[in-house]
C-alpha cells in the first residue's frame, strides 16, 4: 500500500526566506505527483502537476521537483511571503486510471512579516 | 464558473439521523471523488465515480452510499450518522482520471452529536 510521508509537519519562517517542503512516498510506480495548497477552512487548490516522466515543473515563486527512483519530491518556495501561509500537501497518483491519488498529512507554514 | 460547488457548508446532526451531502461540477468533467479529511489522518477516499453511471469504493466507504445522479452531480448519502463520521467532507473532480489534476470544492464540515 502506497504510503506518502511529509517533512516537517509545521514550518515558520521569516518573509523573504527561501524555503524547501519534503515528500516521500514508498511505491515509485507512480503516474504523476501532484502538490496542493490548502487555506484554514478552504478546500485544496492545485499548485503544480509533475507526470512521471519529468523531473520538475515550475510556476512562478514555485518549482517542484520528483526522484522518482528515490521516491522522493520537493516543493520549493522562493522569497516567501506572508500570503504563502497555508498547508501544502502532496499526493501520488496511481498507476493506472480510475484509482486513488494518495495524500501525505501535510506540512503547515507560517510566514511572518 | 463556479467549478466545484457543495451544499450544505455546515450541518450538525445527531446519531442515528440521516442526510444528503450534495456536489456539483461544471466543468464538465467525467470523474467525481468524495473524501473526508480528519485531523492526522490526512484525507481518505470515500468512493469515487469514473464517469456518469459508475461508483466504485474507496479506501473508507462503511457508513456512506453515493449516487451519480448525471454528468455534474455526484452525491454522497449518510442513513445513519455516527460520532466517527465527524469530519470535513470535500468533494472533487477531473477532466479524465485520478492521474489528472483535481478540482476541490470548498467542503462539508459535518458535526455528529
Known amino acids: 500500500k502506497q504510503e506518502v510521508t511529509q517533512i516537517p509537519a509545521a514550518l515558520s519562517v521569516p518573509e523573504g526566506e527561501n524555503l524547501v517542503l519534503n515528500c516521500s512516498f514508498t511505491?515509485?510506480?507512480?503516474?504523476?505527483l501532484q502538490w496542493f495548497r490548502q487555506d484554514p477552512g478552504k478546500g485544496l487548490t492545485s499548485l503544480l502537476l509533475i507526470q512521471s516522466s519529468q523531473r520538475e515543473q515550475t510556476s512562478g515563486r514555485l518549482n517542484a521537483s520528483l526522484d522518482k527512483s528515490s521516491g522522493r519530491s520537493t516543493l520549493y518556495i522562493a522569497a516567501s511571503q506572508p500570503g504563502d501561509s497555508a498547508t501544502y500537501l502532496c499526493?501520488?497518483?496511481?498507476?493506472?486510471?480510475?484509482?486513488?491519488?494518495?495524500f501525505g498529512k501535510g506540512t503547515m507554514l507560517l510566514v511572518s512579516p | 464558473n463556479a467549478g466545484v460547488t457543495q451544499t450544505p457548508k455546515f450541518q450538525v446532526l445527531k446519531t442515528g439521523q440521516s442526510m444528503t451531502l450534495q456536489c456539483a461540477q461544471d466543468m464538465n468533467h467525467n470523474s467525481m471523488y468524495w473524501y473526508r479529511q480528519d485531523p492526522g489522518m490526512g484525507l481518505r477516499l470515500i468512493y469515487y465515480s469514473a464517469s456518469e453511471g459508475t461508483t466504485d469504493k474507496g479506501e473508507v466507504p462503511n457508513g456512506y452510499n453515493v449516487s451519480r445522479l448525471n454528468k455534474r452531480e455526484f452525491s454522497l448519502r449518510l442513513e445513519s450518522a455516527a460520532p466517527s463520521q465527524t469530519s470535513v467532507y470535500f468533494c472533487a473532480s477531473t477532466r479524465g482520471g485520478a492521474e489528472e489534476t483535481q478540482y476541490f470544492g470548498p467542503g462539508t464540515r459535518l458535526l455528529v452529536l
Open positions: 511505491d515509485s510506480a507512480i503516474y504523476n
Open positions: 499526493a501520488v497518483g496511481p498507476v493506472s486510471g480510475y484509482s486513488t491519488l494518495t
